[in-house]
T-cell receptor
Framework: AQSVTQLDSQVPVFEEAPVELRCNYS??????LFWYVQYPNQGLQLLLK??????LVESINGFEAEFNKSQTSFHLRKPSVHISDTAEYFC????????????FGKGTKLTVNP | NAGVMQNPRHLVRRRGQEARLRCSPM?????VYWYRQLPEEGLKFMVY????????ESGMPKERFSAEFPKEGPSILRIQQVVRGDSAAYFC?????????????FGDGTRLSIL
């Protein structure tokens, strides 16, 4: 079985500051990794995913995440955040090539202050 | 191109009543997943369905919960004899076909409140 740990439940930062949201996973098999973002009263939107290949993946709005197999981590980073990035971010994992279900972490609430 | 549609957005039920949550997947998608989000928790997988088939129900409570995805019409998550602990946000997601490289697209959820 897979599990995901998001170490920070809340992360407050100032606008234009860099941010890192941490995610560690546990699995005995190969996995795919995902970051989803949830705005208030909305569903989850896929931010980026790692399936294979380059360990650094990027989103269209400036976020990036790096898959580190030795540290079983998939931390999300952005060099300069905007107010509009305020949301809850969920890291998720699924078994590679197998079951479709996603296993989610508990989420990190990112609050960007002016 | 409409996304995943869930209704109702909010549902209030008294203990002992039945709750029916509907999910219409994105056009062309034949795979549906249901997740539950409890307060201060991440989403927990409940069930994965394809048209007329339950593929994985390992996350479904053993009693009172059922799900279907008929050949025609939306997927339905049904909760019988609701209890306070069923209060949560229920999310549906759909994908185009099998394989984890097909992303799951989420609806905006149904927030179920039990009085």
């Amino acid at each position: 079985a897979q599990s995901v740990t998001q170490l920070d439940s809340q992360v407050p930062v100032f606008e234009e500051a860099p941010v890192e949201l941490r995610c560690n996973y546990s699995s005995s098999v190969s996995v795919y990794l995902f970051w989803y973002v949830q705005y208030p009263n909305q569903g989850l939107q896929l931010l980026l995913k790692y399936l294979s290949g380059s360990t650094l993946v990027e989103s269209i709005n400036g976020f990036e995440a790096e898959f580190n197999k030795s540290q079983t981590s998939f931390h999300l980073r952005k060099p300069s955040v905007h107010i509009s990035d305020t949301a809850e971010y969920f890291c998720a994992v699924s078994k590679a090539g197998g079951s479709e279900k996603l296993v989610f972490g508990k989420g990190t609430k990112l609050t960007v202050n002016p | 191109n409409a996304g995943v549609m869930q209704n109702p957005r909010h549902l209030v039920r008294r203990r002992g009543q039945e709750a029916r949550l509907r999910c219409s997947p994105m056009k062309g998608h034949s795979h549906v997943y249901w997740y539950r989000q409890l307060p201060e928790e991440g989403l927990k997988f409940m069930v994965y369905l394809q048209k007329e088939n339950i593929i994985d129900e390992s996350g479904m409570p053993k009693e009172r919960f059922s799900a279907e995805f008929p050949k025609e019409g939306p997927s339905i998550l049904r909760i019988q004899q609701v209890v306070r602990g069923d209060s949560a946000a229920y999310f549906c997601a759909s994908s185009l076909q099998e394989g984890n490289n097909q992303p799951q697209h989420f609806g905006d959820g149904t927030r179920l409140s039990i009085l």
